[in-house]
């Protein structure tokens, strides 16, 4: 009997900075028939009728229009990640193709660095290295001093499964948290961590130490923190952002951060990624940027893979699709 | 922090010494009871607070209206006290810098009843011991006393205080701040983000997993134990080596007992140092230690700097004998700054 070809799989290229790991092409080769976007474009006739998945990985290849209509049997465009507004959601379920991310796979990495990030500002991590570290360094100041975390208030803004696991967190931490989300979590929950529901955003703006942003970008979300926000902080409070770049207005941060009307930033995000060289949030003193390394651990990517993976071979065997993206 | 540390000082430093020169000096009966009472609870600021004398009665024993004399190394500046703990330790005290003390020796020192060490200074040696005849106390900010010659400031009859309680939170925070800035690759991703050459982000930079990993603490005093309540937060499997097993907290948080230091070496993804210095601690990680640890282990020590061979370390670390160290502390502090 003929062998089953295993399914082909667009990708966008093989190692480097950018492509998919090598070590995940061994892996992901039993499996798929993995074709790069080079070769797709050599013979575009070929493969054009063949490729039911386009495995995105590190937001490549970019799934647009013309790349859609060239596909007439893809079944699935699967997401390296819980982000998605990379994606034109719209366009691609009108071809009828479905869409899956990795959620699970990135959540306790990234509350991870959510954490890292409110402990490295608060107690200036960064800075702190660069004097212990510095050539010209003599003495230690005992009057250098930190922000303190443990008994501080947290508040999570978007408390989906990342925020949750903060939550989780900080709670070791004895910190008073407060949230704000779409729907209020049960009781069950709330209660699990200590977590104090705030319908008003800007109550939790008002009594928080550290506010964490851990929301999906969408119309909503975008530029949720501007101005206005920023001025219901405290002068003494720390803003982290783990979601997305353009939750911020990041004018209005520069400005906040500039004038003392917040403390302090941390940031694993930004838009674009990387800032422009020039942008006034790299010249500040009081801001910490991080390249977006929230998911940046092999174990995560790994397991990103792998559900990526399943996900495909679902939708291609036409069973339920792990970590579908509904409209 | 800085604020519990000056309370418990002040409190710790103040009441019991004021009872013990009392007692002698007057013979009450009472205050002499008192005397072994106080002596036993002198260890910690906290408790001393607990066992406060009856005010009225030490009130009638004092009839001193001038409040005691304390030595400070300087007030304000990069190694002093700080100004804004001086409006409340002028309430109890009357704070003499050492400045003043060596301008006026002969006066103050009949003053001066306690030492106030901030910050490892003023250095409490021979002949500052010898120049103050009516030192009764010599109260320490922080929980290290491995600078303090405490033989030899016991020999002068003088106590020795420390501040153990209100370090413990802050230095567990900056131990678990060390080990996921050391894992995530934080200080060297924020070069790269604010760095002029970067053009853009690779997808293959990555660092090591804290959830998950296996955190071996040695040392499980205060310090030590509120790091595992925080790493079990973040699903970390805890072992832990100390003097004495501590049964209790085992069960509260799940931890798992290492009688010997080279299972917790051979298992931990982290190590962490949360001992005291002394000399049985001195050197406690050496060569053999760390090749012991896993070749993707990080080593993290907010103890003292003497409890690593420093030689050792750095070979390791050359060699990827180890993947990574995070240090709070150093020997000397700072450290040279040429290899």
């Known amino acids: 009997m003929e062998e089953k070809e295993l399914p082909y799989t667009l990708i966008n290229v093989i190692g480097g900075p950018d492509g998919v790991y090598e070590d995940h092409t061994a892996y992901l080769e039993k499996h798929l028939k993995l074709i790069t976007m080079n ?40 997401n390296s990640g819980a982000g998605v507004d990379h994606l034109d959601l719209k366009l691609i379920f009108s071809f009828g193709v479905k869409v ?104 939790l703006l008002r009594q928080s130490d550290f506010v964490m942003l851990v929301v999906n970008l969408t119309p909503q979300t975008c530029k949720l923190i501007g101005e206005k926000e920023l001025g219901f902080m405290k002068p003494t409070a720390t803003l982290i952002n783990i979601c997305r770049g353009q939750v911020i207005d990041q004018d209005a941060l520069v400005k906040a951060l500039q004038n003392g009307i917040i ?65 | 922090m800085f604020r519990a540390k000056t309370f418990y000082l002040a409190q710790s430093a103040e009441l019991p010494a004021a009872w013990v020169t009392l007692a002698n000096r007057s013979g009450c009966r009472w205050a002499n009871s008192c005397i072994p009472f106080i002596q036993k609870s002198f260890r910690t600021g906290p408790k001393c607070r607990e066992r406060t004398a009856p005010s009225p009665c030490r009130d009638k024993i004092m009839g001193e209206k001038e409040p005691p004399g304390a030595l400070v ?114 200080v060297e991703g924020c070069c790269i983000a604010t760095s002029p050459d970067t053009t853009h982000f690779a997808a293959d930079w990555l660092g090591v997993e804290v959830t998950g990993a296996t955190l071996g603490i040695i040392g499980m005093g205060s310090i030590g134990y509120k790091v595992a309540k925080r790493a079990k937060a973040f699903d970390m499997n805890i072992l832990y080596h100390n003097r004495n097993r501590r049964k209790e907290e085992e069960e509260a948080i799940g931890a798992i007992y290492c009688k010997n230091m080279q299972d917790l070496l051979q298992q931990s993804d982290f190590v962490m140092l949360v001992v005291n210095l002394t000399p049985e601690t001195h050197k406690l ?36 004998v180890i993947r990574a160290a995070a240090l709070d502390v150093t020997d000397p502090e700072p450290l040279p700054r040429r290899a």
């Open chain 1, 39 to 78: 070769e797709f474009l050599k013979h575009k006739q070929v493969f054009s009728p063949k490729i039911q998945a386009v495995y995105v990985w590190y937001y490549k290849p970019v799934v647009n229009k013309e790349l859609l209509q060239s596909l007439p049997n893809l079944k699935v465009v699967v």
């Open chain 1, 100 to 203: 899956a991310n990795t959620p699970f796979a990135v959540s306790s990495p990234t509350a991870d660095l959510g954490i890292a990030l409110m402990l490295a500002s608060a107690r200036n991590i960064v800075e702190g290295h660069r004097i212990a570290v510095s050539p010209d360094t003599k003495l230690f100041n005992a009057a250098w001093l930190g922000e303190e975390v443990t008994g501080a208030t947290l508040g999570i803004i978007g408390m989906g499964t990342i925020g949750y696991k903060v939550a989780q967190r900080a709670k070791a931490f004895d910190m008073k948290i407060l949230y704000h989300n779409r729907n209020r979590r049960n009781r069950v929950d709330e209660e699990a961590v200590g977590a104090v529901y705030c319908p008003k955003m800007e109550d």
């Open chain 1, 263 to 327: 403390k302090a930033a941390a940031l694993d995000v930004t838009y674009p990624e990387p800032l422009p060289r020039d942008h006034a949030l790299l010249q500040l003193k009081n801001i910490i940027i991080t390249p977006h390394i929230g998911s940046a651990t092999a174990q995560a990517r790994h397991l990103m893979m792998r559900n990526m993976l399943e996900a495909i071979l679902a939708a291609i065997n036409g069973l339920p699709v792990p970590n579908e993206v509904h409209a």
């Open chain 2, 73 to 186: 190394y300087d007030i304000g500046g990069a190694f002093g006290v700080p100004e804004s703990h001086v409006e409340f330790l002028k309430k109890h005290f009357d704070l003499i810098t050492m400045k003043e003390f060596h301008k006026n020796k002969e006066q103050l020192c009949e003053k001066i009843r306690s030492i106030f060490v901030f910050e490892l200074r003023p250095v409490v040696d021979c002949e500052l011991l010898e120049s103050l005849p009516r030192l009764k106390v010599v109260g320490n900010s922080g929980v290290g006393v491995d600078h303090l010659d405490l033989k030899l400031i016991s020999s002068y009859g003088v106590k020795i205080t420390n501040t153990p309680h209100a370090v413990s939170d802050s230095t567990a925070d900056i131990g678990m701040a060390l080990m996921l800035a050391s894992a995530r690759r934080l």
């Open chain 2, 285 to 320: 990680i050496g060569k053999r230690e760390l090749e012991l640890m896993k070749p993707t282990a990080t080593l993290i020590n907010i103890s003292r700097g003497a409890v690593v061979d420093q030689d050792a370390l750095a070979k390791a670390l050359q060699k990827s």
